[in-house]
């Protein structure tokens, strides 16, 4: 069992930053791979970021790359996504997720955290 607990989010104007943060609970994490998915309001939750567990390989959705940075600490059990450059197109929940896949697609995830709330305004 994983559990997850995000944080960081907030109210930023476009061109700032934010890092949210996903401390996970459970002695297998760094065994899981971990994302970071997003859903807008009447929006399906998608894809931003991922890194896997072992060699730390990592995958951006189109939309973030160069602007989104994840990474993780295995020591701390924490993953983190620097997000510079925001948007007011990234206001949505982010969601932390962990995987024994992980990858790009929702359903190669067995955790979920409950969401961080990130509003970009312009």
């Known amino acids: 069992q994983v559990q997850l607990v995000e944080s960081g989010g907030g109210l930023v104007q476009a061109g700032g930053s934010l890092r949210l943060s996903c401390a996970a609970s459970?002695?297998?994490?760094?065994?899981?791979?971990m994302g970071w998915f997003r859903q807008a309001p009447g929006e399906e939750r998608e894809f931003v970021s991922a890194?896997?567990?072992?060699?730390?390989?990592?995958n951006y959705a189109d939309s973030v790359k160069g602007r989104f940075t994840i990474s993780r600490d295995n020591a701390k059990n924490t993953v983190y996504l620097q997000m510079n450059s925001l948007k007011p197109e990234d206001t949505a929940v982010y969601y932390c997720?962990?995987?024994?896949?992980?990858?790009?697609?929702?359903?190669?995830?067995?955790?979920w955290g409950q969401g961080t709330q990130v509003t970009v305004s312009s």
């Open positions: 997720a962990a995987g024994l896949r992980g990858g790009v697609t929702i359903a190669m995830y067995e955790y």
């Open positions: 459970g002695r297998t994490f760094s065994t899981y791979a």
């Open positions: 890194v896997s567990w072992s060699r730390g390989i990592t």
